[in-house]
């Protein structure tokens, strides 16, 4: 009922820069949180940075100060700019959306992924 398109991956050396953007579209009404996720190899999936529909934002530690979220709500998009980055920033990197449509509340969706390679 929801698509999530991410772009904007790929391979930067360590001290570089990447966006990343995310298009959702399908049976939405409303997105209460849009947030980036990664997942490194052997690792659990965590969350990098997350902004609420009123605009507040979370960073995890590690990235706080290099990364930085935003979103359009007219376009129920949301980017991720990330700079100085780092080889420990390697992952698969996954849109999330926590949405409702008309008439269900509390539902999630997730993007494909896309992978962010930052060599040393």
């Known amino acids: 009922q929801v698509k999530l398109v991410e772009s904007g991956g790929g391979l930067v050396q360590s001290g570089g820069s990447l966006r990343l953007s995310c298009a959702a579209s399908g049976n939405i009404f409303v997105i209460d949180n849009m947030a980036w996720y990664r997942e490194a190899p052997g690792k659990e999936r965590e969350l990098v940075a997350e902004v609420s529909n009123t605009g507040t934002i979370h960073y995890r530690d590690s990235v706080k100060g290099r990364f930085a979220i935003s979103r359009d709500n007219a376009r129920d998009t949301v980017n991720l700019q990330m700079n100085n980055m780092k080889p420990e920033d390697t992952a698969v990197y996954y849109c999330?959306?926590?949405?409702?449509?008309?008439?269900?509340?509390?539902?999630?969706?997730w993007g494909q992924g896309t992978q962010v390679t930052v060599l040393s």
């Open positions: 999330n959306i926590y949405y409702r449509t008309t008439s269900i509340i509390g539902l999630m969706g």
